[in-house]
């Protein structure tokens, strides 16, 4: 009995007991907000980066096309060295010009010509190249097709190979004009050729500015 009062008077001088208080040093960490973008600032962020992207391929593709093939001035010249050191070499062969001096002339104009004429294809395949590929990024910017090609000048010059050449085989004593069908037929088929491509280029890139129109009012 003894030990048992002296806990209960120990406990009555205690009173009653005290709560614990805990405090850490370590701070909480604080979430970081992120703002939520709706549906409707990506939707129009959406429409105007595509816009954007279809104004420069247009931009880019009509200055290319204003500007002049930097291989045509050189083809030139090469038609003048191929068609002049022949025709050189055969007045010349009529006057004091004698064989070797005109075969040498007639080789060099060709060789000339023909390093003149596959240095100016190099920069014309190079100057088609690039508006072909902006061309084939405004169809893909704007998501259009290009309008059916229009036939009648190839068959046209079908038409006049195909004659020349039978001409030129069954009447041999019509060779001269022959040879000028086959020339005429080559002549409309690559006019024909180019009239055509410009002509559905035209078509595209009106189209594609519609479209930008749309998609800057929208």
Not at 8 to 32: C, M, N, R, Y
Not at 46 to 58: F, K, Q, R, W, Y
Not at 81 to 89: M, Y
Not at 143 to 156: K, S
């Amino acid at each position: 009995m003894f030990p048992t009062v002296i806990m209960d008077e120990e406990a009555e001088h205690q009173g009653p007991p005290q709560p614990i208080l805990i405090q850490g040093s370590t701070a909480l960490p604080v979430e970081e907000i992120v703002p939520v973008q709706n549906d409707d600032t990506a939707s129009l962020q959406s429409v105007t980066n595509t816009a954007d992207g279809l104004g420069s391929a247009i931009e880019r593709y009509e200055t290319l096309n204003a500007q002049i093939d930097p291989g045509r001035a050189l083809s030139y010249i090469a038609a003048v060295f191929l068609l002049g050191g022949p025709i050189l070499a055969i007045t010349g062969l009529e006057g004091s010009m004698d064989l070797e001096e005109a075969f040498n002339t007639c080789c060099g104009g060709i060789i000339i010509g023909l390093v003149l004429a596959l240095i100016a294809s190099a920069q014309t395949s190079a100057y088609q190249k690039e508006v072909r590929l902006a061309y084939d990024t405004i169809k893909a910017e704007a998501n259009v097709r290009a309008p059916p090609a229009d036939h009648e000048l190839v068959v046209l010059a079908m038409l006049l190979i195909l004659t020349g050449f039978m001409v030129w085989v069954l009447v041999p004593e019509l060779f001269g004009i022959g040879f000028i069908m086959i020339g005429a037929g080559l002549v409309v088929a690559s006019l024909g050729n180019t009239k055509t491509k410009k002509k559905s280029q035209e078509q595209v890139v009106a189209q594609a500015k519609l479209e930008l129109k749309r998609r800057k009012d929208n």
